[in-house]
């Protein structure tokens, strides 16, 4: 089957999936995290705690973070559409990493590998992807685990980022759709994800430069989410009882495109727990408008990030 007529085929599926006469919902398994059928997304590789930050291996050379895409299917699925458009505008997501080989590179070790038809598009304006599988044999048995893989390629010395994946319409006429066995399409539950994109994996000086005097550290801003004021703590430390220096910190927040909105501190601070607020403003002293927030904490060559939301 060539793109055209898996788009085509796409196509048909969408339309069962748009008609309400054959919308149906699946039996939800008691662990499924969510209603009926369900595609999310997890961190890969070098990831934060929470799952919500992808750690660039090396900020000056560049490097790759993954993300995983995955299902929780009730029911044996015979096809699978699946577009996703990344809102923070990102162009990262790499093409030959992603579709080299026999078939897409994508898909290889996922629950889809031995599909009949695996392919793979990109558009890069605005940033959109289209994943499709279909299977002329044996289904997808009910289960969980991973549908594909995104590999992104951070060029180096990329500015604080995000990526922010939901489903969109891609190409026109095609959505998020599943196909079960006796031919009826349905739209599973997506759970859209957001992740940040950092320069560093540690949050902390390494052990091995003796020569850094200070660490220091950023906790969550509260409250979180916050609609007129939130409270950002952070820390320096001292690694040396000897040395009370201070040392010059940044505090600034972003969007997600990582556009700089606001610089809330660039001074010089003594080691000792601080406090700031921000007031959901910019620069000029408009509001800002609800989304998604990074700030971001930097003394020297170390950096910390954060995300936030502000709901008007």
């Not at 009910?142 to 891609?170: K, Q």
């Not at 992740?195 to 906790?219: G, N």
Request: contains cysteine; negative net charge; proline residues 7%.
């Amino acid at each position: 089957m060539n793109i055209k007529d898996f788009l085509r085929f796409l196509g048909f599926l969408a339309a069962l999936s748009c008609s309400l006469a054959n919308l149906v919902l699946a039996q939800q398994h008691p662990e499924d995290p969510g209603f009926a059928d369900t595609l999310y997304f997890e961190a890969g590789g070098s990831s934060s705690e929470t799952g919500d930050t992808l750690f660039i291996p090396s900020d000056t050379a560049g490097g790759e973070v993954l993300i995983y895409i995955k299902i929780w299917n009730d029911n044996p699925i015979q096809a699978l559409g699946v577009p996703l458009i990344d809102s923070c505008g990102v162009c990262f997501l790499d093409s030959s990493k992603n579709n080299g080989g026999s078939i897409p590179a994508c898909f290889e070790g996922s629950r889809v590998e031995e599909f009949t038809s695996l392919t793979w598009s990109l558009r890069s304006d605005p940033p959109a992807v289209l994943y499709g599988a279909v299977s002329f044999g044996s289904p997808l048995p009910a289960g969980n685990g991973p549908f594909a893989t995104m590999v992104y390629t951070v060029p180096p010395n990329a500015a604080a980022t995000c990526i922010c994946l939901d489903s969109s319409f891609f190409p026109p006429g095609n959505h998020l759709s599943f196909v079960r066995t006796d031919a009826i399409g349905y739209v599973p539950i997506l759970k859209e994800k957001c992740f940040q994109v950092a320069a560093r994996p540690q949050t902390h000086v390494p052990e091995k430069d003796s020569e850094k005097k200070f660490d220091f550290a950023l906790k969550q801003n509260y409250p979180n989410p916050f609609n007129a004021q939130t409270a950002i703590p952070f820390a320096v430390h001292n690694k040396r009882s000897t040395v009370n220096d201070p040392i010059r910190l940044t505090l600034t927040i972003h969007n997600i495109l990582g556009q700089k909105v606001r610089t809330l501190l660039d001074q010089e601070k003594s080691p000792g727990k601080y406090q700031i607020s921000w007031d959901g403003k910019d620069e000029t002293g408009k509001d800002a408008a609800s989304g998604i927030y990074f700030y971001r904490l930097c003394a020297g060559d170390l950096t910390l990030i954060k995300k936030m939301v502000l709901l008007r």
